[in-house]
RNA sequence: GUCCCGGUCGUCUAGUCCGGCCUAGGACCUCAGAUUUUCAUUCUGGUAACACGGGUUCGAAUCCCGUCCGGGAUACCA
């Protein structure tokens, strides 16, 4: 047999968000199509009507483009097999149904749901071990049927199973499974008005659409029986199967559409970054070796195997995938962590669409922090200090939504003092004295200018006069010496210590009144980078204020 | 009820197919220490698992059987 061209599917029902495991499942239809060369196409599944909706279809897309996993065929794509959206190819349907029931292997069924239930509690009562539908109308006569029709029913089709049938199949994750038919129902592939059933619909597509993998949920491995009957059936030879692991929820219990905090769209909007939800939900039943968590997009497709998918059910842990993140974030250039971080931190624009700004409105407000107003222009005109300011959080954050909440102090005039800062202030009697003396001794200096994002007569000129682009924060311990017009962290922790030993007091006491005075808390970037992205105004001012 | 699947540290996993290199490896979390001006990063070290019981074998996490536990399916949802 010549090997046809891999095509694997996502088929999507548009009936909510793309969650957890539908991504996952999507991730690795994905990469095996990558990995062996083939197609991934995209076939929406819209038959639910009722539930069906273009929104959800949108954040489903959304959620995948997210995590930058593409599609060769399928909407907003179009392809040589299409229609892809369901709805669309009823007409397929209505002929392979039509085929079926000449040939026997369907049926009408005219039972309506009240007789299907009383049929089923009946094989209840006799403790039948199979309860599901009756089989009634299996063998109607032209007479019945024709009363029946007159009676106003409309008939559904059924699927035929084979009575007793013992079955040995291959599953390329659960190895060789053996079933047999009489545990399953004749399944109804066709309603009435002629809109098909997932098995069915499922089953004609993969043909027209010509799928040689279906990697799917093992929700779907008892349909799977129900599908390989339906292929032999049809006359076709049916796709390799491969049923992965459910992912459960912290009760270990299947993950449900409707859990909304599964929604992906959500962890875009909480600023997670998307490589590492990607990589992350990789992890989740599939190792990349035995000695690496971390890796790219490219790095999985090249060692990708459906085979090399576990068994088990994985929890999702939201500890690794925060610390995921910040691998992620720490890798990161410090231009893209500028770029990244931007939604994040410049003051909100007015769109009717989704923006990360109004996510990250909602997640300040929820925290209940003050909005750190980063002005757009400070992106503009400041660009060289605002990456300096950032790379000093490069790794201090993880999630982006965390570092708006880090940064009042550089954009308030007079930030508030937390309750540790407060506290730092208060420790040493002398701390006053202190601060005022090392003002004088900054005042003798020359730190950078300050800017000032708060002035309501902002700058665009570059107030710093280059400072920044000539010391690259953080300092580094190692690094050599900047050039640079004025003084260095490294300079101005040498003016510090000569200080505190003129006072003869210890450098560790001198440095958390100082923190505190500077930056209005007790955690953050070294303190002489905060001195310098401060600059010698501001620094000024903040300690004779906190003296006072 | 019936059918199917699964079960290695708290969590994600490597090892299982082709028994010995496994006194079970890595990662997250956690704990201790180092570095240090805070926080963070980084580094070092520690705690922690083959569900249980029987076989087979010189030898089993790996093969077989049973038990228990967990999950999925059993829709005119997908």
């Not at 300011?389 to 508030?416: D, M, N």
């Not at 003129?502 to 440095?511: M, S």
């Amino acid at each position: 047999m010549i090997h046809p061209t891999p095509r694997l599917r996502f088929a999507p029902s548009p009936t909510g968000p793309l969650h957890l495991g539908g991504a996952r499942t999507a991730m690795y239809n994905w990469a095996a199509a990558r990995a062996l060369g083939g197609t991934f196409l995209l076939r929406i599944e819209d038959t639910d009507q009722a539930r069906s909706s273009d929104a959800s279809l949108q954040i489903i897309l959304a959620g995948l483009r997210w995590l930058g996993i593409d599609w060769d065929e399928g909407p907003e794509k179009g392809g040589a097999f299409g229609p892809y959206f369901q709805m669309q190819r009823l007409h397929l349907y209505r002929q392979a149904a039509d085929e079926l029931l000449a040939r026997g292997h369907a049926y009408h069924c005219y039972c309506t749901p009240a007789e299907i239930e009383a049929g089923r509690k009946e094989l209840e009562a006799q403790k039948a071990g199979f309860t599901g539908y009756n089989r009634r109308c299996r063998a109607l006569s032209a007479d019945q049927r024709a009363a029946f029709e007159r009676e106003g029913r409309r008939p559904n089709v059924r699927f035929r199973m084979p009575d007793a049938r013992a079955m040995k199949i291959h599953d390329l994750i659960l190895g060789d499974v053996e079933v047999n038919t009489r545990d399953f129902d004749d399944w109804v592939m066709l309603r009435p008005d002629g809109v098909p059933l997932y098995n069915f619909a499922c089953v004609v597509d993969d043909i027209g659409m010509k799928i040689t993998h279906v990697v799917r949920g093992n929700e779907h491995f008892q349909n799977g029986i129900k599908q390989r009957l339906l292929f032999e059936a049809l006359g076709h030879e049916c796709p390799l199967y491969a049923h992965i692991p459910l992912i459960l929820n912290k009760d270990g219990k299947k993950l449900s559409k409707r859990d909304a905090d599964t929604n992906m769209l959500d962890y875009r909007d909480k600023g997670f970054a998307a490589e590492a939800v990607f990589n992350y939900i990789a992890l989740l039943g599939w190792g990349f070796s035995g000695d690496r968590d971390v890796f790219t997009r490219d790095e999985m497709v090249a060692v990708f195997k459906i085979g090399g998918i576990g068994k088990s059910g994985a929890k999702f842990d939201e500890e690794k995938l925060r610390w995921m993140c910040g691998e992620y974030v720490r890798r990161w250039s410090p231009a893209d962590l500028v770029a990244r971080s931007r939604p994040w931190l410049e003051a909100p624009v007015t769109s009717a669409q989704f923006s990360p700004q109004a996510a990250r409105l909602h997640a300040l407000a929820a925290a209940g922090l003050e909005l750190p107003p980063v002005p757009a222009h400070t992106f503009q005109f400041q660009a060289a200090w605002l990456q300096n300011v950032l790379a000093c959080y490069q790794e201090r954050v993880a999630i982006l939504s965390e570092l708006p909440g880090k940064l009042p102090w550089l954009f308030q005039q007079a930030p508030t003092l937390d309750a540790a800062a407060q506290k730092n202030l208060a420790k040493e009697p002398a701390a006053k004295d202190w601060l005022r003396g090392f003002a004088d001794v900054l005042a003798a200096g020359n730190a950078p200018p300050s800017y000032r994002p708060w002035l309501p007569e902002l700058d665009k000129a570059d107030v710093r006069k280059g400072a920044d682009a000539a010391v690259v924060l953080p300092s580094k311990k190692d690094a050599p010496e900047p050039v640079c017009a004025f003084d260095t962290p490294a300079q101005i922790e040498a003016q510090c210590r000569a200080f505190v030993e003129r006072l003869g007091i210890k450098f560790g006491n001198f440095v958390h009144p100082l923190r505190a005075a500077l930056t209005a808390t007790d955690k953050g970037p070294g303190l002489f980078d905060v001195v310098f992205l401060l600059g010698k105004e501001t620094c000024i001012e903040r300690l004779r204020a906190a003296a006072l």
